[in-house]
């Protein structure tokens, strides 16, 4: 079975610190990671996944499969950042996707 | 193109009585994902439906739920004779193909009273 894990509902931090939101997962196959974002009153969207490499509004992500864990990071935060985000994680192709429970990042002047 | 709708997005029932949830998806999309949100929660999939068909519904229960996306119209999330346990927020999202690519929907929360 295939489970996304987001060991914290709430992180708080202050303007400009660095921000790790944490995800572990589980999954038999080589999985499909994925970060989604929901900021306040918007729906939710896709903010990078772990095949493209990218950098999104400062986000990285980097995918380790030995600890199986899968960070959202991000060396300073800005209020606008404040969101929830969600881990989610894919078997591939057209394999639907699980979500964890959602970490709530909120930014602080 | 205005995204995938949702409507109603907020709906009362009561217990016993039925909530049909609609789910438009953003146009050129032919696949549909059901999710369902309880308080506290995260996403949980439901079912996933292609024009006509269901894909997947392994995460639907197995009474009073069904759910289908006719070749015609939106796709509808149906649920017969709702419990308290049944609000929740629900969401659909809807994607030419690969699941990752999802749009998805403002949601509708159902409120059982």
């Known amino acids: 079975a295939q489970r996304v894990t987001q060991p914290e509902k709430l992180l708080s931090v202050f303007k400009g610190a660095p921000v790790e939101l944490k995800c572990n997962y589980s999954?038999?196959?080589?999985?499909?990671l994925f970060w989604y974002v929901q900021y306040s009153r918007q729906r939710l969207q896709l903010l990078l996944r772990?095949?493209s490499r990218e950098s999104i509004k400062g986000f990285t992500a980097d995918l380790n499969k030995g600890e199986t864990s899968f960070h959202l990071k991000k060396p300073f935060a800005q209020e606008e950042d404040s969101a929830m985000y969600y881990c989610?994680?894919?078997?591939?192709?057209?394999?639907?996707?699980?979500f964890g429970k959602g970490t709530m990042l909120l930014v602080s002047p | 193109n205005a995204g995938v709708m949702q409507n109603p997005r907020h709906l009362v029932r009561r217990r016993g009585q039925e909530a049909r949830l609609r789910c438009s998806p953003m146009?050129?999309?032919?696949?549909v994902y059901w999710y369902r949100q309880l308080p506290e929660e995260g996403l949980k999939f439901m079912v996933y439906?292609?024009?006509?068909?269901?894909?997947?519904e392994s995460g639907m229960p197995k009474e009073r739920f069904s759910a289908e996306f006719p070749k015609e119209g939106p796709s509808i999330l149906r649920i017969q004779q709702v419990v308290r346990g049944d609000s929740a927020a629900y969401f659909c999202?809807?994607?030419?193909?690969?699941?990752?690519?999802?749009?998805f929907g403002p949601g509708t929360r159902l409120t059982v009273t």
């Open positions: 999202a809807s994607t030419e193909g690969r699941a990752y690519e999802q749009y």
């Open positions: 772990h095949i």
């Open positions: 439906l292609q024009k006509e068909n269901i894909i997947d």
């Open positions: 989610a994680l894919s078997g591939g192709g057209y394999s639907t996707l699980t």
């Open positions: 999954y038999s196959g080589s999985p499909e």
């Open positions: 146009k050129g999309h032919s696949h």
